[in-house]
Each structure stands twice: as structure tokens, then as C-alpha cells.
């Protein structure tokens, strides 16, 4: 069984840094493109930053800059780690694992909040 548990959220003051990980288990993890998302309340779910299992990267507009995604292989793990953050970066944020062969493989996990706030 295929789980993706995040951690690292909380409640951080506006100019601040947190890092998420999210934890891979059940599946082989360095095939997989690892994805972060995010959703705050009332809008659709929209991608932060996304690493292929060649290590290519992409970042959202927003993002970019101030975010820096990283996967470990030998631990399963990717990671965001996240500066400058904004008050329009409250959101809760959720870990994907993806992998297309015939058909698209695609897990999520439960999600971690993150609440930017003086």
C-alpha cells in the first residue's frame, strides 16, 4: 500500500522559512516525479514545485525564487523548503508522487498546513 505521509507545517510569522517533508512508502520512489501542491481555503488546488526522477525541476511563478524542492532517493523523501513566506502562502500543502507507463500511477498524501501569520 502506497503512503505519502508530510510533515513539517505550522504556523509561521510573514518573512519566515519552513520545511516540508513528505515520506514515501509502498512504491519505488526514485522512478516517481514527486510534486508538492497546495490549497487554500475557497481556491483550487495548484502546483508549488515539481522534481522528475532525473532531478529536473520546475516551480510555479509564485514560488520560484523562494523555494528550493529536493528529493533524497536513499530515504524516500522530498523535501520544500520555503523562504520569504506570505501571507498568500497559507494554504494546506500536499505531497504527489506520480508515474506514467500505459496508464498514470498517482498518490497523495493527507497534507500539512501551513498558516503564514503575525
Known amino acids: 500500500q502506497v503512503q505519502l505521509v508530510e510533515s513539517g507545517g505550522g504556523l509561521v510569522q510573514p518573512g519566515g522559512s519552513l520545511k516540508l517533508s513528505c515520506e514515501a512508502s509502498?512504491?519505488?520512489?526514485?522512478?516517481?516525479?514527486m510534486a508538492w501542491y497546495r490549497q487554500a481555503p475557497g481556491k483550487e488546488r495548484e502546483l508549488v514545485a515539481s522534481?522528475?526522477?532525473?532531478?529536473?525541476?520546475d516551480y510555479s511563478g509564485s514560488v520560484r525564487g523562494r523555494c528550493t524542492i529536493s528529493r533524497d532517493n536513499a530515504k524516500n523523501t522530498v523535501y520544500l523548503q520555503m523562504n520569504s513566506l506570505n501571507h498568500e502562502d497559507t494554504a494546506a500543502y500536499f505531497c504527489?508522487?506520480?508515474?506514467?507507463?500505459?496508464?498514470?500511477?498517482?498518490?497523495w498524501g493527507q497534507g500539512t498546513q501551513v498558516t503564514v501569520s503575525s
Open positions: 504527489n508522487a506520480r508515474f506514467e507507463v500505459n496508464r498514470a500511477y498517482s498518490y
Open positions: 509502498g512504491l519505488t520512489f526514485s522512478i516517481y516525479t
Open positions: 522534481i522528475d526522477a532525473r532531478g529536473n525541476i
